[in-house]
């Protein structure tokens, strides 16, 4: 069953800095995880009807199951990922994996 791995980064401290190294520097990391089917990337706007959010960007990683998730995280890609994810994630900033139901 496909899972996703969701990516929530709260709000930091420098939006543009920190833009600027996501795109130029985690993504290329991102699309080089083996198995990975698909990746969304969106920019949070804000909460329902205009009010504010804690959050900056949302990222979803798609794998075929379960296992392909934890192997792509376990390559030295992933060590790579993750470690980049640790020195640039804001304080606030979450993972959840789940399953795809429909």
Known sequence: MTVKLTVIYAEP?????????YFEVHVPLVD????LQRTEISKVSGG???????????AELYFADEDAL????????GGAMGKDFGAIAPKGSLMTVSE???
Do not use: R
């Open 13 to 21: 401290e420098d939006a543009g800095a920190f833009d600027k190294h």
């Open 32 to 35: 080089s995880l083996p198995g």
């Open 48 to 58: 329902p009807m205009g009010s504010p959010s804690p959050y900056h960007l949302v």
């Open 70 to 77: 934890n192997a792509a995280l376990a390559t030295p890609e």
């Open 100 to 102: 795809i139901t429909e």
